[in-house]
């Protein structure tokens, strides 16, 4: 359980001086100063909807059998464009959340994953290019996403079952969504035992799905 957490989180104790967006004021946005902004537009027992807007990530892939591998890989690279491996030589603050995009597979197959750090407010506009080759910044445009929340550790087996929880939950309503492919999402520091927040995020296909709750 800890190989993903500490890959994603161990950097989560370093603060910026500004807000990326108002989603720190959600209570599992903490452990930085800046977080990803983000609007909910909708609720159910089973997922959330919310509205990203355009943001600019500092980003790296990795090729793996398994995703804890593959951060591991991928983290070392992103750790080292914040830390000065940048045209600049600068050291960038830590962010919330770190993102690793993940294509949909059995277990014995060898996907592609790609790790992504959110760049800070006072880099969003013109961030200092990477050294490295294989570290790339790039720009998601305006998306909304169904969001599937859960607590303690990030781990591939951990993420499979959230994320088959939350497709079935959208094949139940009808919903429609980018398939082949999800986000896994962590908050946290490895020194956060309690309390840890993490989220699986797949991307809304036309208007997004929120049947509102009936009493039976």
Known sequence: RVFLAVLVGSLLMLTAEAKVGNASDAEFCFETEQCLLFDVICETDDYEVRHYDSVKWVSTNERSFMM???????????????TGDNEHGKKIDMTTPVVVKM?????????????????????????????????????????????????????????????????????????????????AVGYNSPMTMFNRHNEVWVVVEGDPVCPAFEEP
């Open 68 to 82: 804890e591998m593959a951060a591991m890989r991928a983290f070392r690279r992103l750790y080292g464009y914040i």
């Open 103 to 183: 294509v949909d597979k059995k277990f014995w197959q060898r996907g592609t994953y790609t790790m992504s750090f959110l760049l800070p407010a006072e880099h969003q506009k013109n961030p200092p290019k990477p050294t490295n080759s294989e570290v790339f910044i790039h720009e998601t445009p305006d998306v909304n996403v169904y969001v599937r929340s859960y607590g303690g550790w990030m781990t591939a087996l951990e993420d499979d079952r959230q994320t088959r929880n939350l497709y079935g939950a959208l094949d139940e309503v009808g919903a429609k969504y980018q398939k082949g492919y999800h986000f």
